[in-house]
């Protein structure tokens, strides 16, 4: 089975810094991974998505993630935090006939003046 | 735009009580979810249904039935609430046609049981 590892609950940057969230995955196939942003109060929005094409993935916001597959790793960036980047970030890896998410637990990121 | 409709926000109810928790999406989505997310836990599949009258049991579907009469309809049933179903209910559709698409979700419902 798949799953999904979130390394970090809570991440604090100052704003203008690097953020970067980790996610390790465990797939016996070649995966479809997925980044979901939620702020409070909302349901989960998705940030990108790697389905094979290209390892370095873009997605909104100015967020991206390398797909490296000799780590098991999907990890987000984002060059410079801003304050509107303050959520909860969760990983996901699909599987299954019906297309389920498994998700990892969630980045708590808190950015900072 | 996929809109993924959760009919309500904020739910409190007793124990002992019958719960649904109603979900409507509006892109023709062949599967429809049901998770439930709560700290340090993540979300959690508790159902899914990939077509019409169809349901499949998710990790946690102990406490929990579900319905589907129409496509675009997903209904999330407590049979009999307890405390410690007290959570936010999120629901999601995708399309069956292209493992890329993602999930679309709902904004939640935050479900408390007194």
């Known amino acids: 089975a798949q799953s999904v590892t979130q390394l970090g609950s809570h991440v604090s940057v100052s704003e203008g810094a690097l953020v970067l969230l980790r996610c390790n995955y465990s797939?016996?196939?070649?995966?479809?991974l997925f980044w979901y942003v939620q702020y409070p109060n909302q349901g989960l929005q998705l940030l990108l998505k790697?389905?094979?094409?290209?390892?370095l993935v873009k997605g909104i916001n100015g967020f991206e993630a390398e797909f490296k597959k000799s780590e098991t790793s999907f990890h987000l960036t984002k060059p410079s935090a801003h304050m509107s980047d303050a959520a909860e970030y969760f990983c996901?890896?699909?599987?299954?006939?019906?297309?389920?998410?498994?998700f990892g637990s969630g980045t708590q990121l808190t950015v900072l003046p | 735009d996929v809109k993924v409709t959760q009919s309500s926000r904020y739910l409190v109810k007793r124990t002992g009580e019958k719960v649904f928790l109603e979900c409507v999406q509006d892109?023709?989505?062949?599967?429809m979810f049901w998770y439930r997310q709560d700290p340090g836990l993540g979300l959690r599949l508790i159902y899914f249904?990939?077509?019409?009258?169809?349901?499949e049991k998710g990790d946690i579907p102990e406490g929990y039935s579900v319905s589907r009469e129409k496509k675009e309809r997903f209904s999330l049933i407590l049979e009999s609430a307890s405390t410690n179903q007290t959570s936010m209910y999120l629901c999601?559709?995708?399309?069956?046609?292209?493992?890329?698409?993602?999930?679309?979700f709902g904004d939640g419902t935050r479900l408390s049981i007194l």
């Open positions: 999601a559709s995708s399309s069956m046609g292209d493992a890329r698409e993602p999930q679309h």
């Open positions: 797939s016996s196939v070649p995966p479809y």
């Open positions: 790697y389905t094979s094409a290209a390892t």
């Open positions: 996901a890896v699909l599987s299954g006939s019906a297309r389920q998410l498994t």
């Open positions: 892109m023709d989505h062949e599967n």
């Open positions: 249904s990939y077509d019409v009258k169809m349901k």
